[in-house]
């Protein structure tokens, strides 16, 4: 069978292998399966349980999102015309990972474009160094509106300048300038505070967002919600190129106001003209403020300050003394400097003069410490614990009815009455109050005032704060603390000072436009009345237009008076605008009263060591479109000489009168 | 059992001759003179490296996108015809040679540290024309077949105390100068081949036992004991690389974030893989054609790829295991052992690195890493492998038992 010689083993001696080698090698084998099996567990959880999570994790690494502005939506007015829309413009960016790689070809790309903008090359060097810094994936932004001519250039010599892009990006816009500044407000990028601020939940970091008035109120509608361009980044968090579709963004809802375009325009052309009348006449009048609202709905048709700017100043860092400059803070008295960024109507602090009076009548009548036929007033001047308290021009009106003593303003009538209210406790504040003066009227605009009716609790208060100031201070009590009061008791005088729309009583133009709306209603309504909430927000609409919301903004209470006092004095403030002797009665002149019957009150402020503060208050009648009109210019004089005119510029627009303007003589309060 | 199987049993290397003139074709399919399954997942896992650095490597010199792929296909291909050659050749002769072998890998290393270049920061290799010679690598084949003629020669000896450490100390010489490269995980790789060298031989329990607790000793006092008195026997960052995988971090500036990252590329790989394979592509795994060329296979083909390269290998090592215990002298089931060490441990501590759960050394993946010195080494440590089987094969014939080629 074998043919051949079974060969010689070829190594010698041989060793053989000893049984112990299988136990030995069944061993290693244990321990490969073992190795084998740990890896195939350990591969298992990794790629199969927990795969989606280092999945996510893979992606968070490449991925880097840049988010792309979305359009702020507009504001219109109430007939839907624009008071604050958006501009395109192109951002000159640069994209670092796209210029040259060579240090002399990126200077020749800073130092071209450097002319395109007029810009210095080092200027663009820093920036691209900065942006470069925060992130390598991201296009740094050079200029943000660079004009069509510079935009064309980049454009069409676009080989020249490697790494050079152009980003749309929406800039808020003013067709009206600086019309209704202070209401509509203005945008900026969103600060450190307000990322924490509970409004602006969910915001990114660098977002415009609303800084002041509607903007800021309605900033969420109107916000919209950004785009993101997604960028695929390698581990150095260098770009790659790679296609990633872009999200988009959503604009923001454009929000219509109550505001009408035409009654603005005009109402602050007429408040210019009254502070300018004031100025000729030698007064140094150079604020002042206006509201003109429905009084059955509370819906602001116009409201305005003077002086007022343009809100595109904001599109650019202002320093802090220019800020301040705006918004009259660091300055002793806000209400007297220019500070054209306070918003007068709202946040205005100011006394009312005679303007308050049917207030007063309102609250004695209620109080039933008062009938409307008695007659008081007699004299010049009426002499309460030996303080004398006369009449303005130390006129004299005899002892006349409430009719009358609206009708021409009396001081003394007044007077007395909080004379007399006094004894019954806090009859005047009560209707104060009740009607919307010294109270926040939940107007949706921010910093609103609350303001201050003067009564007892509010001295004590006072003497506290002072008192405490001066321990505090012992050394220098009236440098440090001011003079925040002199320590007092409450004082019939005081009382008899606020009836008159005097004194320590501190409310804005909208609080009492909020006050007389409140009477108006009551008075068309057979004494059932409601406190209406002043607003400016009517509907949130789709950028296409479509309704999203309805704004509702219902009465806050209702308030009860009697019809028959409501009429008496209704009756009073007619006479003063339409009778002969009646204090606005002259400017009124020509004016069809049947048609659109006016009910007005003059008021004239005496503010310590300042000229006289101009005041008028009054609704003109409409079966469909009634009107409450406030304006008041400080140091301009008696209601009759400067606010009563522009009311009436005011009422003439709003029915479609012819416009004139007449300086009232009425020397009375 | 026929004439022609007796024939090709004694001598594979005229076994072609002899086959042409009275071999059947079924029979030379049969006694192939290589382990065939050893082979075939050679070949495979020279596949999967071809096609994992292909779109690795691709975007690493834009000029020539298969500069890494068609180095790393000659290494395999010269590797593999190593393989075959060496198979033939009568690994028994080596035994003779084991000391010379010795002092030559004694004296490359040496040469490393004189000529050689440094490459992150450790000197590992000598710059010759169209190759760097990473001596560590050869290193490791030269240190197997030394220890296994070493211990083989000394066999009287086996149970004597004194044989163990001397054994276990030409080990450690070697393992030493590789540890100084600086190259802490071929010194791994080298004490884990003498450790089973030792085992395979077949001394006794007592003193593995003895060489295991001194083992662990030494760790705790290289990485705990003497960090913690101030003495640092590593440098400090090799110690944080070999204890990070213990709490990992993504911080870039530790030495866990490359495991890290590791981790979340294979993991994101999932079931079947993402063939753009973003994590790695994008560079957030380092080192991703050569040591950590496991993430790239996680992460481009998901659990399937992975496991699929883990089988090949799983299949490599039970050959391995298999020729050793058919062995016909003790020298080769040694041998065998070291080589079956030498695979085993890498491949354990480089996947392991990669999913987080080994320390994080040097440690190429056999095969499929990139590197030429890598890839020769193993495939001649193969050879030897194939070498064994094959004279294996031809005793059992001769002892009238067939050896079924599975």
Known sequence: MISRQAPRPPDSPRIFVPPALALRAAILGALAVVLFGVLLFRLWYLQILSGNQYLQQANANRLREVPTPAPRGEIVDREGRALVENRVANAVQIAPSELPQTAAGREQVYRGLARVLHMRAGHIRELVGKGYDEAHYAPVTIKTDAGPGALTLLAERQSEFPGVIQQPVWLRSYPFGDMAAQVLGYVGQIDEAELARRGFRGVLPGTIVGQAGLEYYYDSYLRGRPGAQKYEVNAAGEAEPAAIAPTPSVAGSNLKVSLSLGLQRSAE????????????????????????????????????????????????????????????????????????????????????????????????????????????????????????????????????????????????????????????????????????????????????????????????????????????????????????????????????????????????????????????????????????????????????????????????????????????????????????????????AGWNQEAHPVYGKTGTAEVAGKVEQSWYMCYVADPTRPIVIAVTIPQGGFGAEAAAPVARLIASSWFGAPKRFIAGSSKTN | ????????????????????????????????????????????????????????????????????????????????????????????????????????MLISLLAVRVLGHASNGSQRAIQFPFFAFQASELGKVLLVVALSGFIVDRFRRIRERSNTAQVMLVGLVAAMLVIVQPDVGSGLVYLAITFTVVFVAGVPGRHLATLAAVGVAAVGLVLVAAPAMGVHLLKPYQEQRLTSFLHPSTDPQKQGYQQEESKIAIGSGQKTGDVSAPQTTLDFVPEDDTDFVFAAVGERYGFVGAALVLSLYALVIWRVLRIMTLAKDLFGAVLSGGVLAMLLFQVFINVGMAIGISPITGITLPLMSYGGSSVLATLLALGLVQSIYARARATHALKGRDLAVI
Not at chain 1, 400 to 405: D, H, K, N, R, S
Not at chain 1, 505 to 525: G, I, K, R
Request: hydrophobic share 40%; proline share 7%; aromatic share 8%.
């Open chain 1, 269 to 588: 052309q007429a408040l210019l003209e009254g502070i300018d009348h004031a100025r000729a006449a030698g007064k140094p009048a150079s604020t002042g403020a206006f509201v003109a609202m429905d009084p059955l709905t509370g819906e602001l048709l116009a409201i305005g300050s003077y002086p007022s700017l343009n809100p595109s100043i904001f599109a650019k860092p202002r320093t802090k003394a220019e800020y301040k400059a705006l918004t009259g803070q660091g300055t002793s008295e806000a209400g007297e400097e220019p500070a054209p960024l306070t918003d007068r109507a709202t946040e205005g602090l100011y006394p009312t003069g005679s303007t308050f009076k049917p207030i007063t009548a309102m609250a004695a009548l209620e109080a039933g410490i008062l009938t409307p036929q008695e007659t008081l007033g007699a004299g010049t001047c009426i002499t309460v614990s030996a303080e004398k308290f006369c009449n303005a021009g130390k006129q004299e009106f005899g002892n006349v009815g409430l009719v009358e003593a609206l009708k021409v303003s009396s001081d003394t009538y007044f007077f007395t009455v909080g004379e007399r209210a006094n004894a019954y406790g806090d009859v005047i504040q009560n209707m104060a109050h009740k009607l919307g003066v010294g109270r926040p009227t939940e107007v949706d605009l921010p910093n609103e005032i609350e303001g201050e009716v003067p009564d007892a609790r509010w001295r004590q208060e006072m003497n506290h704060r002072q008192e405490r100031c001066e321990r505090e201070h012992p050394r220098d009590p009236k440098g440090k603390c001011g003079y925040v009061s002199e320590i007092k008791q409450w004082s019939v005088g005081e009382n008899m000072d606020l009836a008159v729309g005097q004194g320590a009583l501190q409310t804005s133009p909208l609080q009492m436009a909020t006050a007389y709306s409140t009477l108006v209603n009551a008075y068309l309504n057979n004494g059932n009345g409601w406190k209406v909430t002043p607003h400016l927000g009517l509907e949130v609409d789709a950028p296409n237009g479509a309704l999203l919301q309805r704004l509702s903004y219902p009465p806050q209470y209702k308030v009860h008076l009697n019809p028959y006092d409501l009429g008496v004095v209704f009756e009073g403030i007619h006479k003063a605008a339409s009778e002969a002797g009646g204090t606005s009665a002259p400017v009124w």
């Open chain 2, 1 to 104: 059992m026929s004439v022609s199987a007796i024939n090709q049993g004694t001598a594979p290397s005229v076994m072609a001759s002899n086959e042409a003139v009275d071999g059947g074709v079924s029979a030379r399919v049969l006694r192939a003179p290589v382990d065939p399954l050893l082979t075939l997942g050679v070949i495979g896992l020279g596949v999967c490296s071809i096609m994992t650095l292909h779109s690795v490597t691709r975007g690493f010199i834009p000029s020539s996108p298969n500069y890494y792929v068609d180095r790393q296909a000659a290494y395999l291909i010269v590797g593999l015809i190593a393989m075959l050659v060496l198979a033939g050749f009568d690994y028994t002769l080596l035994r003779r040679i084991g000391r010379p072998l010795y002092v030559a």
